[in-house]
């Protein structure tokens, strides 16, 4: 690889073998080298392909702002994440989290600690997110020496979260909110508690997540289901009462229409839920 730029010390870009920029970390790559001379890539401690033109720009003046030994660990939790959670995360999330664990370095140092007010949430439909979360604090502590509260395992899990939809945190927090009123009206309806830790409730979580998701985003689910809703409505005729209640909340409080489609197949989760409670 040949020197195309050169940031400090510890930070330049390069061209890969397609002629893409990318962002190179090692310590002291940059000391008494110029752009244009070779690197020997066996010394190399971390680089960097982001795909996206603006996440890639935002990045690099992230890498001015933020100390090598953050921006390495950032790079072992998003690996660690990718890994485990087996889901597309947006490249963002390394200057999200970035950002986030350089200034809560700063806010533990001075013993301020910041209480999620979504903690709840993330716990019980992100729990996931959540695990992960915790072994990245154990990271954490390991490369900087810093105990993290417990308070920043929800914090950092909601950047996962925000990372897999890649959206906005504003949209997260609503789509959040969301599945909590949805689970409430289905509690209070069937007047039940169900097992959180159970297979059937993880199923029902994670299809509740995307559906909120399209509520929040106004991206509504094809509909082209009519005979069969009309079946399935008629079998489960108590399903759809709670059904309908959470059609007229979202109608009232987020200006959106459930099409027949997403009414059925929210009825169907729901049914085998109550099944298996």
């Not at 690197?39 to 003046?61: M, N």
């Not at 999200?96 to 999620?116: C, G, P, W, Y």
């Not at 915790?134 to 920043?152: N, Q």
């Not at 009309?230 to 909340?249: A, L, S, W």
Request: aromatic share 10%; hydrophobic share 40%.
């Amino acid at each position: 690889m040949i020197i195309k730029q050169i940031f400090n010390n510890n930070i330049v870009s390069s061209l890969d073998a397609k002629g893409r920029e990318v962002l190179i970390l090692s310590r002291g790559i940059g000391f008494n080298h110029k752009a244009g001379d070779e690197l020997d890539e066996s010394q190399l401690e971390k680089v960097f392909h982001l795909k996206d033109e603006a996440i890639y720009e935002k990045f690099k003046a992230t890498l001015m702002e933020t100390p090598m030994e953050i921006l390495q660990v950032t790079d072992d939790i998003v690996t660690l994440a990718r890994t485990q959670l087996n889901k597309k995360i947006s490249d963002g999330i390394y200057i999200s989290l970035s950002d986030h664990i350089h200034f809560a370095t700063t806010r533990i140092k001075e013993n301020m600690i910041v209480q999620n007010p979504l903690s709840w949430e993330i716990q019980h439909f992100y729990k996931a997110e959540y695990d992960v979360a915790k072994e990245s604090i154990t990271l954490l502590r390991e490369r900087l020496g810093i105990e993290f509260p417990k308070e920043e395992i929800c914090n950092i899990a909601l950047h996962f979260v925000n990372a897999e939809i890649n959206d906005s945190m504003n949209d997260v927090t609503h789509m959040m909110h969301l599945l909590q009123d949805i689970m409430n009206i289905i509690k209070y309806h069937f007047n039940v508690e169900f097992d959180e830790e159970g297979v059937e409730y993880f199923r029902f979580i994670t299809h509740l997540k995307y559906f909120c998701q399209r509520v929040i985003t106004h991206t509504s689910y094809n509909d082209t289901e009519e005979y069969l809703y009309q079946v399935v409505r008629k079998n489960y005729p108590e399903t759809f009462v709670c059904i309908d209640k959470i059609e007229r909340f979202i109608r009232k409080n987020y200006d959106y229409s459930m099409t027949h489609s997403e009414q059925m197949y929210l009825a169907l989760h729901l049914e085998r839920l109550m099944r298996r409670k």
